[in-house]
């Protein structure tokens, strides 16, 4: 009798065993999604540590500053910064940043900012690099816009000498502004920059905004969206405006590495808005973000 029912607590043990690991490989894996820092803008600025761990907390696996200034990040060394990242698990991916095209009085003193620009992103840890904004000559002739071109191209050579990919972020007035009647900004930007040095981080909800179809550039200019900004109206899948099972579609195309969510408006605080984005993200079948 005892051998018995040994042999069956045995069986049992097994069976349990065999049955929590199939409930443990259907859950969903956590997706390497990441949180664009101005999203919680109101708090990072009071308590740098305490956001950082809240948004380590709410599942997010990496950052995208936008508090680069003088050498430092919202006014920590990179040294600093990257540590703090690394306490809470959450390494700085990309981050915005940059410098209006120069004239040639202030070239010079410009491509030097962006050395030192450079050697502290480096020194933190980045990978990209991100300028998210250009000056009103961009958006007033071929001209202006093809000196933008011509000075993004510079920059990317200098962060890929430090092994860090430089890369432009749009809003929506690069999809409706034309220059004459057939060049649109956002295209012309597209077709003028070397992808060697210059790659698109594409803000879905901002292109919608526009009046484009991200699904169209993806396949207009396959391999040139390496990163994603990942937004909505608010929180992510809140609007029903945005189709993002179809842009999902076209990541491949697209040449996605990595998407990055931002939340500029909120119907809830901002840890709050930015839990639920991820949280939706990580419940939507059809987003493929594999760690």
Known sequence: MKKR?????????????????????????????????YSIRDSIGRDIPGAIAKVAKMGYTFVEPAGYSNGKFYGLEPAAFKALL????????????????????????????????????????????????????????VKGLQAYCDYFNAVGAKCNAKGIRFGYHNHDREFSTKLDSTTIVYDYMVQHTDPSKVMFEMDLYWAVI????????????PGRFELWHIKDKEEIGASGMMDFKSIWAGAAKAGLKYGVVEVERYNHDQFTSCKMSNDWLNAAEFVVMPL
């Open 86 to 141: 690394k306490k809470n698990h959450l390494p700085m991916l990309s981050s915005h940043t940059g410098q209006e095209a120069p004239d040639s009085a202030h070239l010079a003193a410009t491509m030097a900012w962006w050395d030192s620009c450079i050697d502290a992103h480096a020194a933190a840890g980045a990978k990209f690099i991100v300028q998210p904004f250009m000056g009103k000559s961009a958006y007033e002739s």
């Open 5 to 37: 029912n040994i042999l069956s607590l045995i069986l049992l043990m097994s069976f349990t065993g065999i049955f929590l690991f199939t409930l443990d490989s259907c859950k969903p894996a956590k997706k390497n999604i990441g949180l664009q820092l």
């Open 210 to 221: 526009g009046g484009a179809n991200p699904v169209d550039y993806f396949n207009k200019y």
